[in-house]
């Protein structure tokens, strides 16, 4: 059986973990990066072409399927031309910076019949995967805490609420398996930091029956995450500690995941439905930072 020739767009931090993991893996081909950096070709796989726009790989003739690891506020741009091309296309997290764009990639994809994944890592964990089994033996689930950041890096096109949020986001919804009724944000502390923002968010999502999923994102202190669980007998947690085999590392799975259904030719609706209800939410909660301050959500 052939690779599955695949062709990635941005070859930042992300796009070169995606070049790691794609060369790790059996049965796959990076055959084209669209990048305008002078050194990604020292970092390519030999027969890897490096072309400057993105638009030529969306249509070249030995790529079979697309990733897309550019600027958040490309994503919804580059998917829709991929979905027009019939490319399978994953799309790193958030799928869009705003509703309507997020909307027009799930109508376009349901209409073309394409499969579109978006890559929320933390669900490929298998640690999170193992806490979502528990508590759906061990349920109801009663409330969520959560918290997570770090110290940079520091983003001018996006801010903490849209570089952060989706992870936790995706996971209660994953997890509850429904849309909050209600939702509060809130900007604790904010401050320039390396080009972007040093930021402390609490975002407070109601569930149905009363369940609350209270996140706090913070990138003014050093690396952290903790999702907790609360059951009527007792608390699971998750912590995203790195899997010791490399095989069972989320972003492989997530690419494995994406490769079977672009090979199938046909996928489920159900990532790029979660990716716009992710939008959905953290466009909602930059509405309520938005009285606290401009530079809490996105900046254009």
Known sequence: MKPLRLGLIGAGPWGRNYIRT??????????????????????????????ADWRELVRA???????????????AEIALAAIDARRPVLIEKPLALDVPSAERVLSAA??????????HTHLFHPDYEALKRAALER???????????????????????????????????????????????????????????????????????????????????????????????GTLTYDGTPPPRAEDWPLARAVRAFAGSAAGGAGSLRSVELGVAVVRILSRCEQRLSGNSPAAGRRA
């Open 110 to 119: 349901a209409e073309r019949g394409v499969p579109v994944m978006v890559d």
């Open 22 to 51: 794609i060369v790790g893996l059996g049965g796959l081909q990076l055959t084209r990066v669209a990048s305008r950096n002078p050194e990604t070709a020292s970092f390519l796989p030999p027969g890897c072409r490096v072309v």
């Open 139 to 233: 349920g109801p689930v009663r409330a969520i805490r959560a918290s997570a950041g770090s110290l940079g890096p520091y983003r001018a096109d996006v801010g903490t609420l849209w570089d952060w949020g989706p992870h936790d986001v995706a996971m209660c919804l994953d997890l509850l398996g429904a849309d909050p009724a209600a939702i509060e944000a809130e900007l604790l502390e904010s401050h320039p930091a390396n080009g972007g923002r040093a930021e402390r968010l609490r975002l407070s999502l109601l569930f149905a029956a009363g369940v609350r999923a209270e996140i706090e994102l913070d990138t003014l202190r050093a690396k952290h995450r903790s999702f907790n669980v609360q059951l009527d007998s």
């Open 61 to 75: 003739d030995d790529v079979d399927a697309l990733i897309v690891a550019a600027p958040p506020a490309a994503h």
